[in-house]
């Protein structure tokens, strides 16, 4: 298949917004990460997603729209709760879980009977969905396991020849994907942590906002096949191996200086053995520059071909640097020293 590059121009948002009503895939970039878009009520065309990416098809998606409007093409009800949450955060990084509405394709829902729906907070996205005038399944625009695309070039290196087209937009400046509530209960749920805090969310609430407990386990994943104890997740992230480099990683967590000391070691200890090893390490309180580069630096290192990662911890008192160790310790596999 020949893939066609993009600009953000008017006529190529056409282009692409044309591509995705006729069923075809389209990548483009959002505040979070580049997407891969199809139809959302187009079971065909969302199949064509899953193949693609190598998606295990009760992982679920999460629907783009472009207006708060649009909630209604999705969602069979929803409470003052969801319409405050709409005010105060879309367009933006935060996806709501809400029970679905009767004619979605369980293709794009991973066979439940919720629906994960957001407006991202991107004028070539938001224009794309308009432009289409249906309501966009678009998971993060890889081959799945690997690290989510923050780069056009990301994009391009993974589903080139794969897909109709790619829409090459500037670099994602928040770089990991979207705060996930389930706001189906009486108390909203994060399932999978993001830029937007659950801090945040109780503030904006005034109410109490809970984390789903898989979040707080260091490690239920199954090192061999990569997944965890069997349920149907509601949120993308929350079952399978994900955002994994090619080399083997390691995160280090403990007091800032022992951890500096530890990750020398380790290196000085690899390369010795004759193994070429690569190094994150952030700003202890960058947590935003954390998230926006984490993905981008995975991929980085990849492309130069070394054999070991070796990544300093975040603070997971911070709700960003939760967010961010969430998709470190999945890309490390759990592999973790405390020091």
Not at 19 to 43: C, M, R
Request: glycine letters at 8%.
């Amino acid at each position: 298949m020949e893939t066609k590059i993009l600009s953000t121009s008017n006529e190529d948002i056409k282009t692409a917004a044309a591509i995705i009503k006729s069923g075809g895939l389209v990548a483009f970039p959002t505040e979070t990460v580049y997407g891969l878009g199809a139809n959302a009520l187009d079971e065909v065309a969302v199949k064509k997603i899953y193949s693609t990416k190598g998606r295990p098809s009760d992982n679920p998606m999460i629907v783009h729209i472009s207006s708060p409007a649009d909630i209604g093409l999705l969602a069979s009800s929803w409470n003052s709760t969801v319409n405050r949450l709409m005010d105060i955060f879309w367009p933006g990084p935060l996806t709501l879980v809400l029970n679905k509405k009767e004619g979605i394709p369980d293709v794009t829902t991973g066979g439940i009977d919720t629906v994960a729906v957001r407006m991202p907070d991107d004028a070539c996205a938001l224009a794309i969905i308009k432009q289409a005038g249906c309501p966009v399944a678009a998971p993060s625009a890889n081959i799945s396991g690997r690290p989510s695309p923050t780069k056009a070039e990301h994009v391009i290196n993974d589903l080139d020849g794969k897909i109709d087209a790619i829409v090459v937009g500037s670099d994602c400046r928040v770089g990991i994907e979207s705060t996930v509530l389930d706001v189906t209960g009486e108390i909203p749920v994060i399932l999978r942590p993001g830029i937007i805090t659950a801090d945040e969310i109780r503030e904006a609430l005034g109410m109490n906002v809970e984390l789903d407990p898989s979040l707080l386990k260091r490690n239920t994943q199954d090192s061999d096949s990569g997944e965890a104890e069997d349920f149907s997740p509601k949120s993308p992230g929350m079952k399978y191996k994900h955002y994994a480099p090619e080399a083997e990683m390691t995160i280090i967590e403990g007091q800032r200086s022992k951890v500096e000391a530890e990750i020398k070691r380790i290196k000085e200890l690899k390369e010795s053995e004759g193994k070429s090893v690569g190094v994150i390490m952030f700003e202890e309180r960058a947590f935003k520059k954390a998230a926006r580069e984490f993905f981008a630096k995975l991929r980085e290192l990849d492309g130069q071909g070394v054999d070991v990662i070796l990544a300093g911890a975040l603070s997971q008192a911070d709700g960003v640097g939760f967010a961010v160790m969430n998709r470190m310790l999945k890309s490390a596999g759990y592999n973790i020293i405390k020091i």
